[in-house]
């Protein structure tokens, strides 16, 4: 493949992972209560710097494994990458509110957390977690 050919290729999968990531954070967003980054920069709550981080990374992980797995093209395997990292966001908002529905108080109030809450741990091993089976469910 010429190397204008790879660097097209190169740009349309940044292109879809960061609107991937893009969309990560706007559906963690929507679930926390107050504006996300606001919770973090002006508020200063590691709890919610944790979460954002975690969910980040874990979003990053599905579109690099969907990069991967589905070769140089572009087209289909663009569009396979696309639905990934959708598959991504849905399951890590899903995995945030069943974690709100299996343990006491509401995550919410962890997330906004001025300093850092424990429970923050939990939650962002809940996106890494879905990351790692959405991840695993590609190969």
Known sequence: MPLYEAALHALAYAGVGLAILALGWFALDLITPGHLGKQIFVNN???????ATAAQVGLAAIIAV???????GMGRALAWTAAFGLIG???QVAGFFLLDLLTPGKLGSVVTAQGFHPAALLAASMHLAVAIIVCASIW
């Open 45 to 51: 709550s590691a709890s919610a710097a944790v979460i």
């Open 89 to 91: 966001v849905v399951f």
């Open 66 to 72: 969907a990069i991967y797995t589905n070769g140089p």
